[in-house]
């Protein structure tokens, strides 16, 4: 058996695998988070509920990224070289830390605000306001510009060898310090707070409120909503695991530059990328109220669909008996 030839062959296949992934990526993340923002912005209570905001905030930075990130990124390892500018280059590198930086602050801030609706559900009234809310959202975004934006110089276009590619243009001292702060800031901070707030929410479930007793529909919503945010949550910090692990092996291990580790970096994007294509699933499995308004937003654009069908064959069928009548007058009027 010719092993040359049946590595060579996987090799080519590659490129064929990682574009399907990326695409499918693509197709599922933006159906799915155009869908969750048509159910948001339907839902009349979007504007009073402040879950419902930040989930609008955080369906956004997904779409975001799905759009101006993923295609990008799956031409690269596709062509294997950088083919859409320099401006693009850093632009494309801004993005993919703004949104992923607004991603887990805004699952932070839904963090800190499901603890108050819940451990503190009186006295949180006057803070968890639609006011407050969007200001919370407004400075998650502005956080995120802000340890993003040394990634607007961090990448530049450059010439290797005749090959055109868009890579890190730092020194490397520098490039160790802004990437440790990214996993610092952008990963390790977010999850931590992640982990008390909602080991403290489920602490007081469990002990300070009997299951039993308390069988409000108020206190159910507030559980299967925080249900929900932790899967969510628990996912990001998942899917975005092994990218960082990744780089922090780079710096601080041995990390050989050969197909393996290639490999590696492949995978560990296609999993953090597909993180933006989660969030629309999970909503459907575990929220009643998202199933109904993903079945709405179906059953809408189905009845558009058979009312335009009605409608072109009414059209049709009217077209059809005014050209029979105007034959039928110009036939009478030639046998006259």
């Given at each position: 058996m010719n092993f040359s030839s049946v590595d060579s062959?996987?090799?080519?296949?590659?490129?064929?695998?990682?574009s399907l992934g990326f695409c499918l990526i693509f197709l599922l993340g933006i159906a799915g988070n155009c869908l969750v923002l048509a159910v948001l912005c339907r839902n009349g209570q979007m504007k009073t509920k402040t879950t419902n905001m930040f989930l609008c905030s955080l369906a956004a930075a997904d779409l975001s990224f799905i759009l101006f990130c993923v295609p990008f990124q799956a031409t690269v390892y596709t062509l294997d070289r950088w083919v859409f500018g320099p401006g693009l280059c850093r632009a494309v590198h801004l993005l993919i830390f703004l949104t992923m930086y607004a991603s887990i602050f805004t699952l932070t801030a839904v963090s800190l605000d499901r603890y108050l609706a819940i451990c503190f559900p009186l006295r949180s009234r006057q803070m968890r306001t639609p006011r407050n809310t969007l200001a919370s959202i407004c400075l998650v975004w502005v956080l995120a510009l802000v340890f993003s934006s040394p990634y607007l110089s961090y990448y530049a276009q450059m010439d290797l060898d005749g090959t055109v590619v868009c890579?890190?243009?730092?020194?490397?001292?520098?490039?160790?310090?802004?990437d440790v702060c990214t996993f610092i800031f952008g990963y390790l901070v977010p999850v931590l707070v992640l982990g008390l707030t909602y080991a403290r929410i489920v602490r007081y479930l469990w002990t300070r409120v009997d299951p039993v007793t308390d069988r409000s529909e108020s206190r159910q919503?507030?559980?299967?909503?925080?249900?929900?945010?932790?899967?969510?949550?628990?996912?990001?910090?998942?899917?975005?695991?092994?990218?960082?692990?990744?780089?922090?092996?780079?710096?601080?291990?041995?990390?050989?530059?050969?197909?393996?580790?290639?490999?590696?970096?492949?995978?560990?994007?296609?999993?953090?990328?597909?993180?933006?294509?989660?969030?629309?699933?999970?909503?459907?499995?575990?929220?009643?109220?998202?199933?109904?308004?993903?079945?709405?937003?179906?059953?809408?654009?189905?009845?558009?669909?058979?009312?335009?069908?009605?409608?072109?064959?009414?059209?049709?069928?009217?077209?059809?008996?005014v050209e029979t009548k105007a034959s039928e007058e110009e036939a009478a009027s030639t046998s006259t």
């Open positions: 062959s996987a090799r080519r296949a590659e490129p064929v695998l990682v890579i890190p243009a730092w020194e490397p001292r520098r490039r160790v310090i802004m919503a507030k559980r299967k909503v925080t249900k929900m945010i932790i899967i969510v949550a628990a996912l990001f910090c998942l899917c975005w695991l092994p990218h960082h692990l990744l780089i922090l092996w780079m710096w601080f291990g041995h990390f050989p530059l050969n197909h393996a580790t290639y490999i590696l970096r492949v995978l560990s994007h296609l999993v953090a990328y597909a993180n933006s294509c989660l969030n629309p699933i999970v909503y459907a499995l575990v929220s009643k109220h998202f199933r109904k308004g993903f079945r709405k937003a179906f059953g809408c654009s189905m009845k558009r669909s058979e009312a335009n069908r009605v409608h072109a064959v009414q059209v049709a069928n009217t077209v059809s008996s």
